[in-house]
């Protein structure tokens, strides 16, 4: 059984960093693209970032481009956001999501497992 656990949510105040971080079980890790999406209240959930398995600088949200980093460690099966120079536009929910393919994508439907997600509250 394959699981996505976020973790590391939390309120800052603008301007302020966090990092989250999910860690997966029951998949060949190694083998999959991890990406990060995130949903505001009332809103369509959209995606942030992204890095193949087989490597690469990542893909960002243009909005989020300068400001977060995504990264992996295959040998710990974890993904990481770092997140710098928040502000209040990036509350959301942030989840991790797992897709087969090599190459990274922005579209939710080419993910096929997610998490239940981590809440993040920007203050300003």
């Known amino acids: 059984q394959v699981q996505l656990v976020e973790s590391g949510g939390g309120l800052v105040q603008a301007g302020g960093s966090l990092r989250l971080s999910c860690a997966a079980s029951?998949?060949?890790?190694?083998?999959?693209?991890m990406g990060w999406f995130r949903q505001a209240p009332g809103k369509e959930r959209e995606f942030v970032a992204a890095?193949?398995?087989?490597?690469?600088?990542?893909s960002y949200l243009d909005s989020v481009k300068g400001r977060f980093t995504i990264s992996r460690d295959n040998a710990k099966n974890t993904v990481y956001l770092q997140m710098n120079s928040l502000k209040p536009e990036d509350t959301a929910v942030y989840y991790c999501?797992?897709?087969?393919?090599?190459?990274?994508?922005?579209?939710?439907?080419?993910?096929?497992?997610w998490g239940q997600g981590t809440q993040v509250t920007v203050s300003s």
């Open positions: 999501a797992a897709r087969s393919g090599a190459t990274t994508s922005p579209y939710r439907a080419q993910y096929d497992y």
């Open positions: 029951g998949l060949t890790f190694s083998r999959y693209t």
């Open positions: 890095f193949s398995w087989s490597g690469g600088s990542g």
